[in-house]
């Protein structure tokens, strides 16, 4: 299973300022208590202070030389009114932006630095990592405003779907001792990119596999590159893709891969 991103890592920088931009203008004042749509109990500001969190959560590893949590722990008090500190969640979102760009831009990607996976330990990790932070969050505003949800760039979206199976599917499960009961054989396909997924009582292995060896699965998803990251991040509904073969199974996957990134 490796660990390597599948774009270059000044694309990904870009990317996370970008993105993180684009997230913070998303968001007026007055849209504050929009709730996120499939994301109960969520809203805007909320998905605003999540992102800053995540920023500062990441600095933190990197400053800290590691911290020894699963990723950062959350410290935060009761939460307040979202539509009272509204400029305070925009201003406080850009400037951790600001601090994490100018930190990652001061390391090479490959250079050696503590994360919360064993097959990267780099700087270019938290590029990766953060970058598709901010597009998840970034998408959650823009489907709570109701206007376009701007497509996700094809690079990008082929770099995110390696990123949620490998990382978040293959390895956030197997470190929380979770597996799904369904005994199963997966095939995602997306543009000349495709992986391989078993569920397995000793746990779930996830590879990068050739759009043609995907045999002997049950079940296998295929769509454009925006629509997939889109379904597996839990963020599109199943139309958007194409699910063929046992629908138990890609059930069972939809499900664990909300486990895997809750």
């Known amino acids: 299973m490796s660990g390597a991103a599948l774009i270059d890592h000044g694309r990904l920088l870009d990317v996370l300022v970008t993105e993180g931009e684009t997230l913070a203008n998303s968001a ?12 109960p109990g969520l809203t805007v500001g909320a998905v605003l202070r999540q992102a800053a969190d995540g920023y500062r ?4 590893w990197m400053r800290d030389r590691g911290v020894p949590a699963w990723p950062v722990p959350e410290q935060r008090g009761p939460a307040p009114d979202e539509r009272q500190d509204s ?4 201003e406080e979102l850009r400037a ?28 270019g990790f938290w590029r990766r990592r953060m970058a598709h932070e901010s597009t998840v969050h970034r998408i959650d505003v823009q489907a709570a405003l109701g206007g376009p949800v701007l497509d996700v760039p094809e690079d990008v979206a082929l770099d995110g ?4 199976l490998l990382l978040w599917l293959g390895h956030r499960l197997r470190t929380r001792g979770i597996t799904g009961p369904h005994r199963c054989a997966l095939g995602i396909r997306t543009s000349d990119h495709a992986w ?10 996830v590879f990068r596999a050739v759009p043609t060896g995907l045999t002997n699965v049950d ?10 990251y889109r379904w597996l991040w839990g963020r599109a509904p199943d139309h958007t893709v194409r699910l063929v073969g046992d629908r138990h199974a890609t059930a069972q996957l939809w499900a664990l ?6």
Do not use: F, N
């Open 96 to 123: 951790g932006l600001v601090d994490l760009v100018v930190k990652l831009g001061e390391h090479e990607p490959e250079e050696p630095c503590p994360t919360w996976w064993p097959q990267d330990q780099t700087y």
């Open 57 to 60: 959560g990441a600095l933190a």
């Open 28 to 39: 007026p004042p007055e849209a504050m208590d929009l709730p996120v749509p499939g994301r």
């Open 219 to 228: 079940a296998i998803i295929t769509g454009a590159p925006s629509a997939v």
């Open 196 to 205: 391989y997924v078993r569920v397995e009582p000793a746990g779930i292995s």
């Open 161 to 164: 779907v390696d990123e949620v």
């Open 257 to 262: 891969l909300r486990l895997a990134t809750a």
């Open 87 to 90: 400029v305070d969640r925009r």
